[in-house]
């Protein structure tokens, strides 16, 4: 394995060059803030952050702005570059954008409250391609009744490809279904599943085996009494073997839901009592739904809207974003977060401001850096309007490695936790064939038993949930064997050497190509491992505004 260490960061490989992870200092790695040019009056708000797995990023709001640098105007659905720069190339004209899903072929899922997408009409629900386009094969159309809104907070894929969206409406497809529907791939209603709830589902969490647990304001489902939680069978029919929990509610039913990899299950929202016992907001329920008593954390009272989006991170510490300025009892406005038992991280100071702020959607890149989006007008002490990124303080680890029977993917540190893997094989690297689902292993996920030829490539795909109410989902992946990654940059400090150390079985050979762009590279040293770390540091790096750097293992 090869440790670089480089400005505070850190950066480990594996022999081929695999990326494992990066770690930094804690610190804001904002948007670039002469790039990114978001226009957030009062009013309108940024719900969700999606981070795609070339590096860039979706955002979607409400009546939000994002400006390029070439003057084009964005309106409430945009495509923003790594460094928070405007893609003018991603064009869609839509109203508001609630949730999104990046589907396993690479188009994209949006829900909010619309009529039409780039002038097509698409009631609330459409599908875009990976270029903005709209695919014209999707059929889903929702109408609004006289008492619903029409509107999906929740869009996920399933494994086998259709979809469960969850929310706000009474018809699908001119067809009676309230809460929750599922859709078969071309957007058509599925009529084998039929949940029968009788209001509004906010959230779900699909499990690994088929069944969902779902939260709302219905007071029965299935066919039978449950109020605000419960968990479907994968037909939609209710599970009797889930506790029906009761809940004080303080005011709107919960809105968040996110699923560990333990199969306990982590409850956001706004109430102050599950089932008698005080837990303001947030509490966690085993996998048979009865209250985890081990797990204490208080989320604070909020002023209206309760806890808006929770992130998992694969060391068991959880991302909170709500409206309330404390957690626990301590001030931490609008982003905290808690560790495994559910006590405060106070080592997470996220400085988050605004006049009657929340942060709606906080999301964990891959790197672990962590994506913040809402009503806000500063970040980390400097101003960011209603979206900013924060680097974490731990390391995000990852490792994807084939002994020539078995995949073990190691996840670990800031990395946003998966609720279920899949792994693909492609001879060419472009058509891809399904080897199978991960299991869950200590410190990640296995597939065993696998046969693939020496020269293939492998891909491990882990799927995350986030954005408002969880209600937008995509994955990370890792690629074996993997092209050199990036190890660092000088990010814009012109007067700062990068130095770092290269670790490695002795008698390797390492080179270490530079760039200005992240698409020119050229070897600036090529070097024998010794048998303890080999430094490097490219006095020429001051010469240039910013220089990328990465490491590559000769065989």
């Known amino acids: 394995m090869i440790k670089k260490t480089w400005l505070g960061m850190a950066v480990y490989l594996l ?53 390029s640098s070439a003057g084009q105007s964005h309106t409430n659905l945009v495509r923003l570059n790594a460094d928070g720069s405007v893609d003018d190339s991603f064009k869609v004209t839509i109203g508001y954008v609630y949730c999104l899903a990046l589907q396993t072929n690479g188009q994209i899922l949006v829900g909010g409250n619309f009529s039409a997408i780039n002038g097509r009409t698409h009631n609330n629900l459409g599908r875009l391609n ?24 929740c869009i996920l894929e399933q494994p086998d490809g259709k979809i469960l969206v969850a929310g706000y409406f009474n018809k699908v497809n001119l067809q009676a279904c309230t809460g929750l529907c599922r859709l078969n791939g071309d957007g058509s209603l599925d009529t084998n599943f ?46 009797p073997g889930f506790q029906p929990v009761n809940l004080g509610l303080l005011g709107l039913p919960g809105g968040t839901l996110l699923r560990q990899p333990d199969g306990e299950i982590l409850m956001g929202g706004n109430f102050s009592r599950v089932d008698g016992l005080s837990h303001t907001n947030l509490t966690r329920l085993n996998a048979d739904g009865t209250v985890d008593t081990n797990f204490a954390a208080q989320a604070d009272a909020s002023d209206c809207l309760g806890m808006q989006s929770l992130t998992l991170q694969t060391d068991g510490r959880i991302l909170i974003g709500d ?52 009503e806000f007008y500063q970040l980390g002490g400097q101003a960011r309007n209603g979206l900013g990124r924060l680097i974490n303080t731990g390391s995000a680890t990852q490792c994807l490695n084939y002994d020539g029977t078995n995949l073990l993917w190691l996840r670990g540190g800031a990395s946003p936790e998966v609720w279920r893997t899949s792994f693909e094989v492609t001879p060419d690297g472009t058509n891809w064939s399904y080897l199978g689902d991960g299991s869950r292993v200590g410190g990640g996920w296995q597939l065993t038993n696998v046969c693939a030829a ?66 020119n590279w050229a070897p600036v040293v090529t070097n024998l491992l010794p048998s303890g770390p080999l430094p490097f540091n490219e006095p020429a790096a001051t010469s240039f505004s910013q220089r990328f750097y990465r490491a590559r293992l000769q065989p």
């Open 194 to 239: 039929n949940a029968d709830a009788n209001n509004a589902i906010n959230a779900l969490v699909l499990q690994p085996d088929g069944r969902m647990v779902v939260e709302g304001s219905f007071t029965s489902i299935g066919g039978q009494l449950r109020t605000n939680l419960a968990r479907l069978n994968p037909d939609g029919s209710l599970d």
């Open 15 to 67: 022999a081929g060059g695999v990326l494992v992870g990066t770690a930094q200092a804690q610190t804001v790695d904002s948007l670039d803030p002469s790039n990114s040019g978001i226009n957030r009056n009062y009013g309108s708000s940024i719900y969700t952050t999606m981070p795609l797995p070339n590096g860039q990023i979706l955002a979607g709001g409400s009546a939000v702005q994002f400006i």
């Open 454 to 519: 020496a020269n293939a490539r492998i891909r491990a795909r882990g799927f995350v949930t986030g954005g408002r109410y969880n209600g937008s989902s995509w994955y990370v992946e890792s690629v074996y064997p993997q092209t050199a990654p990036v190890l660092g940059t000088t990010g814009g400090n012109p007067g700062c050497q990068n130095g770092y150390n290269v670790c490695g079985s002795a008698g390797s050979t390492v080179v270490i190509d530079a760039s200005g762009d992240l698409l």
């Open 323 to 374: 409206d309330s300025y404390t957690l626990d009892g301590q001030l931490c406005p609008f982003l905290g977060r808690l560790n495994g038992d559910g006590g405060l991280d106070a080592g997470f100071k996220t400085n988050v401001v605004g006049n009657g702020g929340v942060v709606y959607s906080c999301a964990a890149q891959s790197d672990g850096r962590i994506l913040t989006a809402g």
């Open 130 to 153: 990976a270029d903005g386009t709209v695919d014209t094969n999707f059929t889903a159309n929702y109408t609004g009744g006289s008492t619903m809104s029409g509107i999906p907070y």
